[in-house]
């Protein structure tokens, strides 16, 4: 087990990851931004060390930074959580080079699934279904004119090097076509530095289903079962759920079988997602992998009892997998909640400083935050607060137990994303589990007719 290891984020999934080692027994080293000064994470940590202004490429992207506090402190690992350097297949290499371990996958499985056209081809040749779409970049307006052609209409432009929903639009017709390659190249430029894009098919009313899935340095690789994540805006998920509701035991087998054989074919190591779309036919498709833990995670963890921070500690000093997860269970369901600091109706995001935090308790709840009553939530990161997770015998339980936890988390002071929760969980389409990735565009629409 490694000695100290440096938690290379911010906010709930470094407070996660800390408390993952002080069970482990492994010394902390937290990183700051000047905005971060007084977050728990820095209270808690066995040594703290700002590495720069609030900015987050002056801080926290802030890769000599980051590795400068690591050789201050003297660390075995860097955990590098979700965001920031998380898929940084130049921080896992300057790391390495550093002899410093990178608590993750290799390099080169984070270049080449972090490269979405290049991860689709990887896939495809793995056995996994891929939709259709161009061969890899899409290099000008006249490549863009012929894939068109090839797939037809509607179809997606995708930035190859990012995620999010930035760097993506959807295409309807042949005359919104140069238009939309070519602010998707400059959304792609400005939010990944490369104004690389791909071209695929358009899945109408699809739902967002991802596999988690495990791996060792030995080859060996298992899944931990899906996580619904259709209810989104804008590309960005705001509620996830496991298992799905939507899928059967045949299914879930066949589908993780092909993951796990994927994986292993890439060799790949530690804790990953592997995210598909499912059409209305029932038919899957790859999209993408994100070769790192999930904001979404806790869902996994409650239902399958696998602490999967600790697990991709373990890992990456070197155990086997057998020796860390065991047999795997699946019990009940769980169900997140992403609370943003955002207004409800607009999502503007509320930045300011907390004046009351109640969080909400009792059997199943589960909240993993940062957030307290007169922290404040700075006006430069991600808007997340927190994190609430409901877990029951059935998908019924879990809805119930969040409906009295919504109805008990107090936040004043700034505006969340509470309200919201409460109108989706209450909705009768949300209750029998009919929805897709459009769920939220119909839903002020209904909530108005009412």
Same mark, same amino acid.
């Given at each position: 087990?490694?000695?100290?290891?440096?938690?290379?984020?911010?906010?709930?999934?470094?407070?996660?990851?800390?408390?993952?080692?002080?069970?482990?027994?492994?010394?902390?080293?937290?990183?700051?931004?000047?905005?971060?000064?007084?977050?728990?994470?820095?209270?808690?940590? *066995?040594?703290?060390?700002?590495?720069?202004?609030?900015?987050?490429? *002056?801080?926290?992207?802030?890769?000599?930074?980051?590795?400068?506090?690591?050789?201050?402190?003297?660390?075995?690992?860097?955990?590098?959580?979700?965001?920031?350097?998380?898929?940084?297949?130049?921080?896992?290499?300057?790391?390495?080079?550093?002899?410093?371990?990178?608590?993750?996958?290799?390099?080169?499985?984070?270049?080449?699934?972090?490269?979405?056209?290049?991860?689709?081809?990887?896939?495809?040749?793995?056995?996994?279904?891929?939709?259709?779409?161009?061969? %890899?970049?899409?290099?000008?307006?006249?490549?863009?004119?012929?894939?068109?052609?090839?797939?037809?209409?509607?179809?997606?432009?995708?930035?190859?090097?990012?995620?999010?929903?930035?760097?993506?639009?959807?295409?309807?017709?042949?005359?919104?076509?140069?238009?939309?390659?070519?602010?998707?190249?400059?959304?792609?430029?400005?939010?990944?530095?490369?104004?690389?894009?791909?071209?695929?098919?358009?899945?109408?009313?699809?739902?967002?289903?991802?596999?988690?899935?495990?791996?060792?340095?030995?080859?060996?690789?298992?899944?931990?079962?899906?996580?619904?994540?259709?209810?989104?805006?804008?590309?960005?998920?705001?509620?996830?759920?496991?298992?799905?509701?939507?899928?059967?035991?045949?299914?879930?087998?066949?589908? %993780?079988?092909?993951?796990?054989?994927?994986?292993?074919?890439?060799?790949?190591?530690?804790?990953?997602?592997?995210?598909?779309?499912?059409?209305?036919?029932?038919?899957?498709?790859?999209?993408?992998?994100?070769?790192?833990?999930?904001?979404?995670?806790?869902?996994?963890?409650?239902?399958?009892?696998?602490?999967?921070?600790?697990?991709?500690?373990?890992?990456?000093?070197?155990?086997?997998?057998?020796?860390?997860?065991?047999?795997?269970?699946?019990? %009940?369901?769980?169900?997140?909640?992403?609370?943003?600091?955002? *207004?409800?109706?607009?999502?503007?995001?509320?930045?300011?400083?907390?004046?009351?935090?109640?969080?909400?308790?009792?059997?199943?709840?589960?909240?993993?935050?940062?957030?307290?009553?007169?922290?404040?939530?700075?006006?430069?990161? *991600?808007?997340?607060?927190?994190?609430?997770?409901?877990?029951?015998?059935?998908?019924?339980?879990?809805?119930?137990?969040?409906?009295?936890?919504?109805?008990?988390?107090?936040?004043?002071?700034?505006?969340?994303?509470?309200?919201?929760?409460?109108?989706?969980?209450?909705?009768?389409?949300?209750?029998?589990?009919?929805?897709?990735?459009?769920?939220?565009?119909?839903?002020?629409?209904?909530?108005?007719?009412?």
């Amino acid at each position: 087990m490694f000695r100290k290891i440096l938690i290379a984020n911010r906010g709930e999934i470094a407070l996660r990851i800390l408390s993952a080692c002080k069970e482990l027994g492994v010394k902390t080293v937290a990183v700051y931004s000047e905005a971060d000064r007084n977050s728990l994470h820095v209270r808690f940590a *066995d040594e703290a060390i700002c590495i720069g202004p609030p900015r987050s490429s *002056d801080s926290y992207l802030n890769i000599p930074q980051v590795i400068s506090a690591a050789e201050i402190a003297n660390v075995d690992a860097i955990h590098p959580g979700y965001g920031f350097l998380s898929e940084n297949a130049n921080f896992a290499e300057v790391c390495e080079a550093s002899h410093i371990t990178f608590i993750g996958p290799s390099p080169d499985v984070i270049r080449m699934m972090g490269e979405k056209d290049r991860a689709r081809a990887e896939m495809g040749r793995a056995g996994l279904p891929i939709i259709p779409g161009s061969p %890899g970049v899409v290099a000008d307006e006249a490549m863009a004119k012929e894939v068109a052609a090839q797939i037809n209409f509607p179809l997606m432009i995708k930035a190859a090097e990012g995620g999010g929903g930035r760097g993506m639009r959807m295409v309807r017709s042949k005359r919104e076509l140069i238009r939309a390659f070519q602010t998707a190249r400059t959304e792609a430029e400005q939010a990944f530095g490369s104004p690389n894009v791909y071209m695929e098919k358009l899945i109408e009313h699809p739902r967002h289903i991802e596999f988690q899935v495990l791996g060792d340095r030995y080859g060996n690789v298992i899944h931990l079962g899906e996580r619904e994540c259709s209810i989104q805006r804008r590309h960005q998920k705001v509620l996830e759920e496991s298992p799905s509701s939507t899928l059967d035991p045949g299914d879930r087998r066949n589908i %993780g079988e092909k993951v796990v054989e994927a994986l292993r074919s890439v060799r790949y190591s530690s804790a990953g997602t592997v995210e598909f779309l499912r059409d209305v036919t029932g038919e899957f498709y790859f999209i993408e992998m994100n070769a790192r833990i999930q904001v979404e995670h806790p869902v996994t963890e409650m239902v399958t009892g696998v602490d999967l921070v600790k697990s991709q500690i373990r890992l990456a000093a070197g155990a086997r997998l057998e020796e860390v997860v065991g047999s795997v269970e699946f019990r %009940g369901h769980a169900i997140e909640c992403r609370i943003n600091a955002e *207004d409800p109706e607009t999502f503007v995001p509320s930045a300011g400083r907390i004046t009351t935090f109640r969080v909400p308790g009792g059997p199943g709840i589960r909240v993993d935050t940062a957030a307290h009553a007169d922290a404040v939530i700075p006006p430069y990161y *991600d808007s997340l607060v927190a994190k609430l997770i409901a877990h029951g015998r059935d998908r019924s339980e879990a809805i119930a137990r969040l409906h009295g936890a919504l109805d008990g988390f107090i936040v004043e002071g700034i505006k969340t994303t509470i309200p919201l929760h409460k109108r989706i969980i209450a909705d009768p389409d949300f209750v029998a589990g009919k929805f897709d990735t459009h769920f939220l565009e119909r839903l002020p629409a209904a909530a108005a007719a009412k």
